[in-house]
């Protein structure tokens, strides 16, 4: 599959084991229901794509454009991203868990009631992002730029309200009160 042009076409649940889209062109594709498993995207151009509950589980994209692309219902299980063009992109009612973002640039994003459980954010820059309501349980938070974000009603560990830079960002009483317990106020 790799030097793939695809261009804006549809596939409809498919389903893709250890392919290789290395420096494919798939932009404009759309696609509904599909399944990529162990996928290498690296170098491929996914700008202004469409993706309806497909999964991309354990995939790599590395180096890749994802500039306009939209992800509704979809599941990124395990997928690495780094080095990629994300902005603006679209994630919405996502399954982010052990997806690998570390220095991805990803600020005034809307990732809010996205499932990022055990993520790696490691100096991820998230500055004005929307987490409202997201699950970053477990996420690697080293580093990451919050600055600015709204992160009401998200859960979040004491690791990630010690580790990640939150200047300016807007929290809920009760995660008020996690980052103060989390930095080693005793609240009485």
């Known amino acids: ?17 250890r392919c290789r ?41 590395r ?5 306009g692309a939209a ?12 080095d990629s063009r994300l902005r603006p992109v679209v994630l919405s009612d996502c399954d982010l868990t052990l997806v690998a973002l570390g220095r991805a640039d990803l600020r005034e994003t809307d990732l809010s009631g996205l499932r990022l459980r055990e993520a790696n954010l490691v100096e991820a820059d998230l500055r004005g992002c929307d987490l409202r309501g997201s699950d970053l349980t477990g996420a690697r938070m080293r580093g990451a730029r919050l600055e600015g974000a709204d992160l ?11 580790q990640a830079g939150l200047t300016d960002a807007t929290v809920d009483p ?8 989390a930095h080693g106020l005793r609240i009485g």
Not at 1 to 16: C, K
Not at 41 to 56: K, P, V
Not at 174 to 181: C, I, P, W
């Open 1 to 17: 599959m790799s030097d793939l042009s695809a261009g804006p076409v549809v596939w409809t649940r498919r389903r893709f084991v």
């Open 21 to 61: 889209f290395v420096e494919a062109d798939l932009h404009g594709l759309t696609t509904e229901g599909c399944t990529f498993d162990e996928c290498d995207f690296t170098g491929a151009d996914l700008g202004e794509s469409t993706h309806r509950g497909t999964a991309l589980r354990t995939c790599t994209v």
């Open 63 to 67: 180096r890749a454009t994802l500039v």
């Open 71 to 82: 992800f509704r219902g979809c599941s990124l299980l395990g997928t690495t991203l780094t």
């Open 152 to 162: 009401r009603g998200v859960r979040i560990d004491a690791d990630g309200l010690v």
């Open 174 to 181: 009760e995660t008020a009160l996690r980052f103060a317990a």
